[in-house]
């Protein structure tokens, strides 16, 4: 089992860790600051370094079947298997899908408050994002109303916090239950939570950054008619 360094500080950006076993081309180690592809968040990429100074291409990191695998460039030989090696995060990219990713939920929450609807897919990418959400239409008027919704929430600076909660103690909160808590798998039995203060609290397993100041400035690029109902809203964010 991999210990998730990246979970309790989205701010780490180099680590020591031990290489336990190499599979499919990618190492796995005894812990990591390398957040991993999943919830529409892509994986962080940055370098691994031995003792002898060879570095290697962290490209993706995946989680299949519990496992952490980060894959590297060139391929690893299984004479690494057991040596410390240090991990360094790509910060920029890092930075960037932080700040998507906790304006997404900002997004999320000015959807749900105040159109009552509902998100139904993202992909959060460093450059260019998209939100997905059931609503009836995305005209000029209703963007402009989430810019400045979004706005007001970045230049209030709300504190984000962490915490775990347990599964059942989740399922009571009806503020949880409306962000699928009930989809995630019964195995996971302890769930993180990611909250920004005043603003929006979900189960949430990505990186995220310290407070909505630092989202920068949201930029809504377009829209997108997905059917009935299924709207798209493609965004970015600048210092």
Known sequence: MTELLFRDDSYLTEFKA??????????ILDKTAFSFQGGGL?????VITT???????????????????????????????????TGKIDWERRFRQMRMHTCLHAISAILYKKYGVHVTGGDIKPEKSRVDFE????????????????DKIIEKDH??????????EALKNLDLIRTKVNLIPESIKILRIVEIEGVD?????????????????????????????????Y???KP
Do not use: C, M
């Open 18 to 27: 031990k290489i336990l076993t190499i599979e499919e081309n990618a190492v």
């Open 42 to 46: 892509k994986s962080d990429t940055g």
């Open 51 to 85: 003792p002898e100074g060879v570095e290697f291409e962290v490209t993706k990191v995946l989680s299949q079947k519990g496992k952490i695998l980060h894959f590297l460039n060139p391929s690893p030989s299984e004479d690494l298997v057991g040596k410390e090696i």
């Open 135 to 150: 609503i009836d239409h995305l005209r000029e008027e209703r963007v402009k109303e989430i810019k400045e919704a979004i």
């Open 159 to 168: 504190p984000i916090s962490v915490s775990y909660i347990r599964r059942e």
């Open 201 to 233: 609290i979900q189960a949430d397993g990505g990186v995220h950054v310290k407070s909505t100041k630092e989202i920068g400035e949201f930029i809504p690029l377009k829209t997108e008619n997905r059917g009935k109902n299924h709207k798209r809203l």
């Open 235 to 237: 965004f970015t964010v």
